[in-house]
């Protein structure tokens, strides 16, 4: 069955500190991977996804997230985090004929001026 | 554009009491979902809708859990009667159809607590 692990469940960066947030899948197949935002009282936000093709992919905000199948990872970096990153982060997989986004526990990611 | 849309942003209810939750897709999008957020967890998947028929419930406890999508807009979430452990979050979601690369938008969510 898919699966998601996010082994992180809070960590604290200093503003313009670069960030590393883990994310380790299991799926049978290609994974098609997702990294979600969710800002207190806000719905979740698309930030990338990876399909295939170029392993390195770039999101909004300046995001960017690196899927390494050897590893079964798909870890998400910013070269400088921002105040306004705090936020809860969120590794997904695409479930496949379920069509639903299989989630994990999620990261909680404080800024420290 | 409109994002999903979500009613009531908050709600308190006592145990046994009966309550529904409203969800308004983004226009045009066939698919809706309903995800349950614990606290501390990440969503999971209640029910999903195609147009107005529900493809994949399995994840529903219909015992006390109903849902519908009439007319394959908007979406209704019912528990009666909620129990205690009903609180969390509960969050639509809706995209273009079932597909991988059609992106899911979520609305704010229903933050439900059942005291």
């Known amino acids: 069955a898919q699966s998601v692990t996010q082994p992180d469940i809070h960590i604290t960066v200093s503003e313009g500190a670069s960030l590393e947030l883990r994310c380790n899948y299991s799926?049978?197949?290609?994974?098609?991977l997702f990294w979600y935002v969710q800002s207190p009282g806000q719905g979740l936000q698309l930030l990338l996804k990876?399909?295939?093709?170029?392993?390195l992919v770039q999101g909004i905000k300046g995001f960017e997230a690196e899927f390494k199948r050897s590893q079964s990872s798909f870890n998400l970096r910013k070269p400088s985090v921002h105040w306004s990153d705090a936020a809860e982060y969120f590794c997904a997989v695409w479930g496949g004929s379920q069509g639903n986004l299989i989630f994990g526990k999620g990261t909680k990611l404080s800024v420290k001026p | 554009e409109a994002g999903v849309v979500q009613s009531p942003r908050y709600k308190i209810i006592e145990k046994k009491q009966p309550v529904a939750f409203w969800c308004n897709p983004i226009?045009?999008?066939?698919?809706l979902y309903w995800y349950l957020q614990n606290l501390g967890q990440g969503p999971e998947l209640l029910i999903r809708?195609?147009?107005?028929?529900?493809?994949?419930d399995s994840q529903l406890p219909k015992d006390r859990f109903s849902a519908e999508r009439l007319k394959g807009v908007d979406s209704t979430l019912k528990i009666q009667p909620a129990e205690l452990g009903d609180s969390a979050v509960y969050l639509c979601a809706s995209s273009l159809g079932l597909a991988e690369r059609n992106e899911q938008f979520f609305g704010p969510g229903t933050r439900l607590t059942v005291l």
């Open positions: 799926y049978g197949a290609t994974p098609y």
């Open positions: 226009s045009g999008h066939n698919t």
């Open positions: 990876y399909f295939s093709g170029d392993t």
């Open positions: 809708y195609e147009n107005e028929e529900a493809v994949d």
